[in-house]
């Protein structure tokens, strides 16, 4: 069965860093994108970050220049350097991943999500 599982979330000043790391484990055969999202308090689910397997990425409009999406294919591992973080930042970051398992079809796996405060 695949998981995945985040850590890094936290509660940091305006102007601020911190970095999301979302690891897959199982019976995983290929990874084909990772990705990242976020959803504050009264708003819809939005596409921060994603990273394909051959390196090339997308950004949200709102985090480029700020943020940096990095993958280590070797540990099934996503990250997120988040730099000069605006309150607005402020949401439950979700990883995701479209992955094949072993013997199964490719499908979309979510991690259960990281809160991320941005206060002074």
């Known amino acids: 069965q695949v998981q995945l599982v985040e850590s890094g979330g936290g509660l940091v000043q305006p102007g601020g860093s911190l970095r999301l790391s979302c690891a897959a484990s199982?019976?995983?055969?290929?990874?084909?994108?990772m990705g990242w999202y976020r959803q504050a308090p009264g708003k819809q689910r939005e596409l921060v970050a994603a990273?394909?397997?051959?390196?090339?990425?997308n950004y949200a409009d709102s985090v480029k220049g700020r943020f940096i999406i990095s993958r280590d294919n070797a540990k099934n591992t996503v990250y997120l350097q988040m730099n000069s973080l605006k309150p607005e930042d402020t949401a439950v970051y979700s990883c995701n991943a479209e992955l094949r398992a072993r013997g199964e079809t490719i499908r979309t796996y979510w991690g259960q999500g990281t809160q991320v405060t941005v206060s002074s």
């Open positions: 199982g019976s995983i055969f290929n990874i084909y994108v």
């Open positions: 990273i394909r397997s051959g390196g090339s990425t």
